[in-house]
């Protein structure tokens, strides 16, 4: 099938091409009204249909005769363990796990949190709160507990599912002592915790709403699926936006299946029985995506994988786990890349494993530089595919559709819009620019199904972040152009979202913790290039004119406070002290010039600045405290 023919269709008629997806999943009951409005006049799709991703992901695939296939192949360098699960062994582990929910009060509509590491227990914990109609909201393990505690605020869940510890390489994360911390201080309280306890030795204090993992499985009766409809929240995930506040991004479950079962298939390529592997997480988009729910809709097996791409023990793990599982589609981010070329560069421990199930390197969330794509082109000799998204999309925006046609790789860009994306380059004034021009990408109206549903709690921040900019069109955030042949380039975010290590963060939301240091008077926070991150966050500090504290202090306490507040994944390691911001007359930071500066880009020094002068101040300060790009 031509690429071009298939993505006219799909734009040309989205209802009809989206009716023939759908019907590739199992309804039960099959949508007749294919695209509405809903009462607040956002699309929608397939209102009338009802589903249930758990079924969709276990028992169906039982019912077809394939309950011995493996579902699950957790590897966990970091605990020395494996473990391979059957669909039925799933289908057993999250009925019982969905019953014990029931047991203690859930019903469908009811909010859970599962704050848990890369263990088979996070994706029972999803499917089952999935299969009960339960909206699941998972918390990545390297947020702190106020960042668990602002969740736990917003989506106010009857139920906490954790684990009594995770291990990072070789430190041990006190999981349920975060959870502890978290419940206190946030104001609403859940009725329950469930731990599974994991055995590593930490300390894991009880409480009176604790409840033991394995003994309320041990009790409980097997839940079966519910009914729910195609625009019932499956699940919110919280990421970060322009403020200083997460927003719930709330996924819908109708219009998600579908287009995770046409992802599956025609963006990677990947066939029912097949082993796919995306070493994310499974609190960030990609491990909902595709660790979890796309994988098991298409009956593949996914692998859980608890570890790193280095140290864990060394740069060789995942050619190990690629040879060990004859995995034939992998998703990673380039920075894991970067870090294993980096241990290995001649890519010495990849000759000593058979690779040759491989067919597809799938790279995102970040930027994917040339020199990553062609060293992991020339060591791994399959394609490697650049391919754009975000939480909010749920599934690949821009992508070289390997199961339709593959194109030409252009380094730099993600290749072409998938089906159903209308993408566009706009400019300030809301125009669609002419090719070669850089402006904000954009995709008109209606997004294709597993798109946002709304913003959780704020359908306001949802219309003004996403959908009032441009008039008919959905803002993603990034910049980029096309260029003559229509191949997208997405060039970086034009706000305040950063994206450290394939993790994405928010400058505000730091810089509010380094605001609230008592030495502080006013500070930015920035993003800056780094070879192994991509981005990594920098802060610039003016003192209050009584401080008294020495410039070290101050540059260890804040790095202290963002970790404790944020949680170690920020990345927050440089902070440098200077006289002033470089402002608009406004009074406006000038950030982009900042960013600018400690990347060694060329600059043009804006005419509104109110003083000129700063901008030597401030170079002279990069290169003393060797920043960014002034160090070399
Ligand atoms: N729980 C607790 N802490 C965590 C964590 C988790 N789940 N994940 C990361 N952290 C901690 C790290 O230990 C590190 O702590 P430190 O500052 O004490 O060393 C800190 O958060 C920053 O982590 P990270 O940015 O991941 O840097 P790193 O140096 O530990 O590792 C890479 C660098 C490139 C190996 C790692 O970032 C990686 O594997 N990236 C792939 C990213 C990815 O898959 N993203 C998903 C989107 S597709
Ligand atoms: P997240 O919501 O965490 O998946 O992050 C989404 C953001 O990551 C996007 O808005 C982009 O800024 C960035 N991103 C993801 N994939 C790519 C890519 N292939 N190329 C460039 N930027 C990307």
Redesign the pocket.
Known sequence: MKYQEFYNKSISNPEAFWKEQSEQISWYSKPENILSKNDKGHNQWFEDGKLNLSYLCIDKHIEDGYGRQNAIIYDSPVTNSKEIITYNRLHKEVSKLAGALKEIGLKKGDTAIVYMPMIPQAVYAMLACARIGVIHSVVFGGFAPNELAIRIDDCKPKVILTASSGIEIDRIIPYKPYVDEAIKLAEHKPNSVIIYQRHLGADTPGKPYDIDYLSALNTATPAEPVEVESTHPLYILY?SGTTGKPKGIIRDSGGYATALKFSMNYVYGVHSGDVFWAASDVG??VGHSYIVYGPLLNRNTTVLFEGKPIRTPDASTFWRIIEEYKVKVMFTAPTAIRAIKKEDPNGEFLKQYDLSNLKYQFL?????DAATLKWTEDKLKVPVI??????ESGWPMLANMAGVELATVKPGS?TFPVCGYDIQIMSEEGEIVPNGKEGYVVVKLPLPPGNLKNIWGNPERFVAGYLSRFPGYYF???GGYKDEDGYVF?T??VDDVI?VAGH?LSTAEMEEVVASHPSVAECAVIGINDDLKGQIPLALVVTKTDNKLAESVIQTEVIKDVRKSIGPVASLKQVVLVDRLPKTRSGKILRKLLRSIADNDQYKIPSTIDDPLIIKEIENKFISHKVGNTKK
Do not use: K, P
């Open positions: 990421t960030w988009v995102a969330g970040e930027r994917c650049d391919h754009w998204w975000q939480t993600a993603s955030g990034d997405i970086g975010r994206n994405r």
